[in-house]
C-alpha cells in the first residue's frame, strides 16, 4: 500500500502537518509496519504452500521408486523366460 493511501485513510492534512516531523515519522512507521505485517504473511503462506509441495514430492518420489523396482522385476523375469525358452529350443 501506498504512503500516500495510509494518509488519506487515517487523517485529513491539516493534522498531519500540525505534527509536523514527529507526525510524519510516526505516520512512516505506522506504514512499515503495515507492510511488515503483509510480508510476514505472505512468507507464511509461501512457507505453508512449500511444505504441501514437499509432501506431494515425497508421496510422487515413492511411486517412481517402486514404479522402477517393478520394472526391474519384470525385465529379470523376461529375461529369465527368455533363457528358458532358448534352452528348450536349443
Not at 24 to 38: A, D, F, P, V
Not at 75 to 89: D, G, Y
Amino acid at each position: 500500500m501506498h504512503l500516500v493511501h495510509l494518509i488519506a485513510q487515517t487523517a485529513s492534512l491539516p493534522d498531519l502537518t500540525s505534527f509536523g516531523a514527529a507526525g510524519l515519522m510516526g505516520l512512516m512507521w505506522l506504514w512499515e509496519r503495515r507492510n511488515s505485517r503483509q510480508r510476514e504473511q505472505q512468507l507464511d503462506e509461501a512457507h505453508a504452500r512449500i511444505m504441501a509441495d514437499r509432501v506431494g514430492i515425497e508421496q510422487l518420489m515413492a511411486v517412481v521408486r517402486q514404479n522402477a523396482e517393478a520394472l526391474a522385476r519384470l525385465s529379470a523375469t523376461q529375461e529369465q523366460l527368455l533363457r528358458q525358452l532358448q534352452s528348450t529350443a536349443a
